[in-house]
């Protein structure tokens, strides 16, 4: 399967701990999305990278959120001192020139 | 900012019904529309797509759209849905200047047999 890949599918944490997720992308897609769902809502955009430089990240990223992408290639979204309202489904989504975005399984982040 | 409204937030139809899905955003600029589907389980799939030319697109699986840029509108139609027809959907918008999506809250199709 060349799709997007995300790890883990599911993250249990408790308040206060730090995760990380990772994001594969489709190969030779050279731009990265993470995105973030609540129920009955739909995804909202937190951060975009063009190659390996983050170009683009919504008020919605506090400073508690960071994401990197060293090489242009995979992407991690690191959560420090979560809260329970980071409780959501982390997404991530690659394209190509094209603008047209191919979206992952996503990874369902629950804090205690 | 942009904003999406998708103003059917649950919608139950019979098979061989049709289905008009509304969509509308807030953008006086160029923009890209999108249709995704999200099935039970499964991730969000593309279901099509507007950038520009024949504002009338055909998608998957007998989905087609209409974009109206006078109202702003950009709503999902099917003549005939199906029992697999169930899921739910989200319409999209992004600037051209921009890459990032503005999702609606999205429209949950249920079918029944």
């Known amino acids: 399967d060349t799709g997007v890949s995300q790890d883990p599918r599911h993250k249990i944490t408790k308040r206060g701990q730090n995760v990380t997720f990772r994001c594969d992308p489709i190969?030779?897609?050279?731009?990265l999305y993470w995105y973030r769902q609540t129920l009955g809502q739909g995804p909202e955009f937190l951060t975009y990278f063009q190659n390996e430089a983050q170009l683009e990240k919504s008020r919605l990223l506090s400073d508690r959120f960071s994401a990197e992408r060293p090489k242009g290639s995979f992407s991690t979204l690191e959560i420090q001192r979560t809260e329970q309202g980071d409780s959501a489904m982390y997404l991530c989504?690659?394209?190509?020139?094209?603008?047209?975005?191919?979206f992952g399984p996503g990874t369902r982040l629950t804090v205690l | 900012a942009q904003s999406v409204s998708q103003h059917n937030h649950h919608v139950i139809l019979s098979e061989a019904a049709s289905l008009e899905l509304g969509c509308n955003y807030s953008?006086?600029?160029?923009?890209?529309l999108f249709w995704y589907v999200q099935y039970p389980g499964q991730h969000l799939q593309l279901l099509l797509k507007?950038?520009?030319?024949?504002?009338l697109v055909k998608g998957i699986k007998g989905f087609e759209a209409e974009f109206i840029k006078s109202k702003f509108s950009f709503n999902l139609r099917k003549p005939s849905v199906q029992w697999s027809d169930t899921a739910e959907y989200f319409c999209a918008v992004a600037d051209t200047g921009r890459r990032a999506l503005t999702f609606g809250s999205g429209t949950r199709l249920q079918v029944q047999p």
């Open positions: 507007y950038f520009s030319g024949d504002p």
């Open positions: 953008y006086g600029g160029t923009v890209n």
């Open positions: 989504a690659s394209s190509s020139t094209s603008d047209t975005q191919y």
């Open positions: 190969s030779e897609h050279n731009r």
